[in-house]
T-cell receptor, first 116, second 115 residues
């Protein structure tokens, strides 16, 4: 398996523009997580899905952030409009926990977002 | 309240020294899972180990070992005979069975191994 695939790897955009980050989880995994990593705040969970259904989005910082998972093999995280403080590395992770055994999550390579 | 605390922000050791990274967690669940991840300078997050709350048996894997103690809510990670390639940020994480299975990460410990 190719692992969790995120695109783009790097994104530089101007303040006010819409940004869409994409994630393809590992096939068969039933959980998908979106994290944001910054020096100041570390790894923050933004939202996670179980079987394509959003379970907890309490970590989404503002209404400017939205996430979707239209099917089991694709998710997007959208920021509209983007602001310089959104600059961070965004990670997507997936997990196979159909057996409820607390398995590990596997992370993508991350998308480094810079908003200027 | 922090569910996972990694009190050591940065550690530097000289190559071949042993080093222990501390992790203290907080949970009311009786079923939970603990993890260690490594983030090398290249930035990816690499899974190292998983432990469930019913398995306190310590584990050794090559130069790595893990000490899980429920009595002190700790899940410490030791690298024996450290190498420069061990330089990375190490994250401890907790997943609670009764809390929707989300992951709670600590703030990470940055380890630098000096040649």
């Amino acid at each position: 398996d190719a692992g969790v695939i995120q695109s783009p790897r790097h994104e530089v955009t101007e303040m006010g523009q819409e940004v869409t980050l994409r994630c393809k989880p590992i096939s068969g995994h039933d959980y998908l997580f979106w994290y944001r990593q910054t020096m100041m705040r570390g790894l923050e969970l933004l939202i996670y899905f179980n079987n394509n259904v959003p379970i907890d989005d309490s970590g989404m910082p503002e209404d400017r952030f939205s996430a979707k998972m239209p099917n089991a093999s694709f998710s997007t995280l959208k920021i509209q409009p983007s602001e310089p403080r959104d600059s961070a590395v965004y990670f997507c992770a997936s997990r196979d926990d159909r057996g409820g055994e607390g398995h590990e999550a596997f992370f993508g390579q991350g998308t480094r977002l810079t908003v200027v | 309240a922090q569910k996972v605390t990694q009190a050591q922000t940065e550690i530097s050791v000289v190559e071949k020294e042993d080093v222990t990274l501390d992790c203290v967690y907080e949970t009311r669940d009786t079923t939970y899972y603990l993890f260690w991840y490594k983030q090398p300078p290249s930035g990816e997050l690499v899974f190292l180990i998983r432990r469930n709350s019913f398995d306190e048996q310590n584990e050794i894997s090559g130069r790595y070992s893990w000490n899980f103690q429920k009595s002190t809510s700790s899940f410490n990670f030791t690298i024996t005979a450290s190498q420069v390639v061990d330089s990375a940020v190490y994250f401890c994480a907790l997943s609670e069975h009764g809390r929707g299975n989300q992951f709670y990460f600590g703030t990470g410990t940055s380890l630098t191994v000096i040649p």
